[in-house]
């Protein structure tokens, strides 16, 4: 009974020692936390941790999900971390899956222009001189320029590159980093910066700058590692076509012409060039592996085909329609085509090798805007009242089935 008794005895003491051990590291690490690091403790720090905690209503398990909300016309949609991102001239809102409204701000931007990527979504002010970035949740940063905003190009990593112009300078580049730290500055005299693309995470960023010469449109494509702070890495010059989008692939960068998709590498060395042919490009569409191009038929009409392209500058895919196409978007082996008062789903394997769902085709009646992949194998209908989600259709139910369950949803 005695050695137990020491046993105890003893056992007890370490217990208690651990206990102001472990409590007086906890105040020391907090008293550092807050000493080193309190410009970034905020309000917003704290909703982060909360952020997973949900209180929202059970949510049906019949495949359909509504959100419902009012939007202008001029509103920009995103989903982010299973949540719909509504961007209004006046305010952003965000719904997660319950339909429960987790933010509502007011935007102060005159002519708000709404980008996103997998984490954030980044608002800019369009000629005006401010920048915010918003999580599903809550605005994680804002920034006010001295110069005039043109376009914002917003990086995987969460940095952004700017092209403003100033007063004695025709254009120009600034970019931040993934920390909203101004990393990088280029100012040109003569010619305007039309341009960018910027790999937050390489360091690397590359613009495209029009002037006139002879009478003609003369263009070149600038590329920069921004952490030297020489000039230009690369100086590349474009004859004959007109830059229209660029943005990152794999190794380089893409450059989408009235002609065609070059792809060059950070040296100015291009890889590789699709040829529109007669069709006129109309928008980029990225994802992970791969991106599609929509083109108008150069013959009257509303004919428009679809593009699949690997970053590696092969063709994957082509498709025809005969109505507009609103919206496109990918995930989880299924490309989601939103036209006018449909919508088709097209399957496609590990080899990108891409095949049309015949029974997956959904009829509208024109009031979806976009259409947004999810990884659980469903997909989102936005319009300007509400979102839906649905299970993607199943390959063994018919196009009257699956009509007559989103008409009953």
């Keep these: 009974m005695k050695s137990n008794k020491e046993y105890y005895r003893s056992a007890y003491r370490m217990l208690r020692l651990t206990r102001y051990l472990v409590l007086v590291l906890f105040v020391l690490f907090t008293v ?5 690091f309190n410009e970034e403790i905020t309000f917003d720090n704290f909703r982060y941790l909360m952020k997973y905690i949900e209180i929202s209503p059970p949510v049906s398990d019949d495949g359909t999900v509504n959100v419902h909300f009012s939007a202008s016309n001029s509103a920009n949609f995103a989903l982010i971390n299973e949540k719909i991102v509504v961007a209004n001239p006046q305010n952003i809102m965000s719904f997660d899956r319950g339909g429960r409204k987790i ?31 918003y999580n599903s949740f809550s605005k994680v940063f804002e920034t006010t320029l001295e110069t005039p905003i043109e376009y914002v190009y917003l990086s995987d990593d969460g940095g952004f590159a700017v092209i403003t112009r100033e007063k004695t300078y025709a254009g120009g580049v600034v970019a931040f980093n993934s920390k909203f ?20 995470k390489k360091g690397l960023l590359a613009c495209t700058t029009t002037d006139v010469r002879d009478g003609d449109f003369f263009s070149e494509i600038l590329t920069f590692d921004i952490s030297d702070d020489s000039d230009y890495k690369s100086r590349t010059e474009l004859f004959g076509e ?13 450059l989408m012409t009235d002609k065609g998709i070059h792809h060059f590498d950070y040296n100015g060395k291009e890889s590789a060039f699709s040829d529109f042919g007669f069709d006129t490009p109309c928008s980029v569409y ?29 063709k994957l895919f082509t498709s025809h329609y005969t109505e507009e196409i609103s919206d496109i978007d990918a995930a989880n082996g299924k490309l989601y085509v939103l036209e006018q008062f449909g919508l088709g789903i097209h399957s496609y ?26 990884e659980d194998d469903s997909f989102y209908l936005v319009s300007l009242s509400g979102a839906v989600k649905y299970d993607a259709p199943n390959p063994e139910k018919t196009e009257d089935d699956t009509e007559n369950e989103l008409a009953n949803s």
């Design 32 to 36: 550092f936390s807050m000493t080193f």
């Design 103 to 133: 933010l509502d701000e007011d935007i102060k931007y005159p002519n708000p222009i709404a980008i996103k990527n997998s984490k954030y979504i980044l608002i800019y002010d369009l000629d005006g001189y401010s920048v915010s970035v």
């Design 181 to 200: 730290k101004k990393v990088f500055t280029f100012m040109t005299r003569n010619a305007n910066v039309t341009d960018v693309c910027f790999d937050g």
């Design 242 to 254: 007109l830059p229209l989008s660029m943005f990152c692939a794999k190794e380089g960068f893409a």
């Design 286 to 314: 990225r994802f992970r592996d791969f991106f599609a191009v929509t083109l108008k038929s150069a013959l009257a009409g509303t004919d428009t085909s679809i593009n699949i392209y690997s970053y590696d500058g092969d």
């Design 349 to 374: 394997d590990s080899a990108y090798n891409f095949t049309a769902d015949n029974n997956s085709y959904i009829t509208g009646n024109g009031e979806y805007k976009k259409v947004f992949a999810s």
